[in-house]
């Protein structure tokens, strides 16, 4: 695609427009999409319109805009997140129906913790997760696992910061994040008291693609603060081993 005269592709400012939508803000006019998007109105109105067309995005009665159904059927072909959920799904039902607090799944994307699946019993305790929603990696139990195992250089661009806080017991200093992921790595799993909000344990173990392969997902349990964990991380040891025997069966 053709450049813009300040330099960005046309690919990119496509990009820019769909990443406006988000899970509080679902329905917008072209010109929202434009300031948010940093686009000029005519630009922003011609791409949504071109959008529209190929039924990525999709118009309501007031010409408001929302994410299309075409664009959920591609992102779901193939996708390596769709076969991930597929797997665990029945896993995370069984330690649901025990756990009986939430249960989630995320992989990393981009530097983040990317939630694929969460499922929550009603009267669970505080959670600020979400299905599609990102966490940052030093943060969360998920991500904390994800970090521990990710590439060297991923892990590097994280430790040097800045390691915001979201909670008062998030590990926002360096040294200290590095002992931990080290523990993680020996240890394979995590128990973050604290790290996102006060009053929640998050509990984490990695899913490997097969018995010896990469992790590509961290299988996480959220707790009220002060709960008994043992329970809860043998029910996602168990059922970490059986999402891999799914992703690979012949691995076992």
């Known amino acids: 695609m053709a ?19 988000d899970a509080d803000r679902t329905l917008q006019t072209a010109s929202e999409i434009g300031r948010r998007a940093g686009l000029p109105p005519s630009t922003a109105h011609r791409l949504v319109g071109d959008l529209v067309a190929a039924g990525l995005l999709e118009r309501d009665e007031d010409h408001r805009v929302r994410l299309g159904l075409r664009l959920w059927e591609l992102a779901e072909r193939g996708s390596l997140a769709l076969r991930l959920r597929q797997a665990a799904l029945p896993f995370m039902e069984r330690v649901q129906a025990r756990v009986r607090e939430h249960t989630q799944l995320a992989v990393l994307e981009q530097g ?23 966490l940052p990696l030093h943060a969360s139990s998920s991500g904390l696992v994800l970090l521990a195992f990710a590439d060297p250089e991923v892990q590097e661009r994280v430790l040097a910061g800045p390691l915001t806080g979201l909670a008062p017991e998030t590990v926002t200093d360096a040294a200290e994040l ?3 992921l080290a523990r993680i790595r020996r240890d394979r799993f995590v128990v973050a008291a604290g790290t996102v909000e006060a009053v929640s344990t998050g509990v984490a173990v990695p899913i490997r693609e097969g018995r010896s392969g990469p992790v ?20 996602l040891r168990s059922a970490a081993a059986g ?10």
């Open 3 to 21: 450049n813009s005269p300040s330099g960005d592709s046309g690919l990119d400012r496509l990009v820019r427009v769909l990443e406006t939508f």
């Open 243 to 252: 999402v891999e025997q799914a992703l690979h069966p012949r691995s076992h």
């Open 112 to 134: 983040e913790a990317l939630f694929l699946e969460r499922l929550s019993h009603p009267q669970a305790g505080a959670n600020i997760t979400r299905v599609a929603g990102r």
């Open 178 to 180: 590095r002992r931990l």
């Open 216 to 235: 590509v997902a961290a299988l996480s349990v959220v707790l009220p603060r002060g709960a008994p964990t043992a329970g809860a991380l043998d029910e």
